[in-house]
Nanobody, 121 residues
């Protein structure tokens, strides 16, 4: 089994910064993509940023220039540095990883439990 554990959410004023972390553990042979999604009340879950192994990152238009995703492959960890936060960034942020648990197995999608980010105006 694979577990994703997030940390770093909280309450911040508009214009402030937060850094989210997500560590994957358990049965992991390789990780293809690691990503951050968010879901605000009444909205669908949306992709914020993703990063494939050894590749560049992609971002939602709404966060480009403000958020930065990075990975530490040795630690199976993904980060999301969020700067210039806005009230509309308020949401539950979820970590996602596409993991191959063992050599020869297929990839599975795994999710963290979510961490709340609240930006006050």
């Amino acid at each position: 089994q694979v577990q994703l554990v997030e940390s770093g959410g909280g309450l911040v004023q508009a214009g402030g910064s937060l850094r989210l972390s997500c560590a994957a553990s358990g049965s992991i042979f390789s990780i293809n993509v690691m990503a951050w999604y968010r879901q605000a009340p009444g909205n669908e879950r949306e992709l914020v940023a993703d990063m494939f192994s050894g590749s560049s990152a992609t971002y939602a238009d709404s966060v480009k220039g403000r958020f930065t995703i990075s990975r530490d492959n040795a630690k199976n960890t993904v980060y999301l540095q969020m700067n210039s936060l806005r009230p509309e960034d308020t949401a539950v942020y979820y970590c996602n990883a596409r993991v191959r648990p063992a050599r020869g197995s297929g990839y599975g999608d795994y999710w963290g439990q979510g961490t709340q980010v609240t930006v006050s105006s």
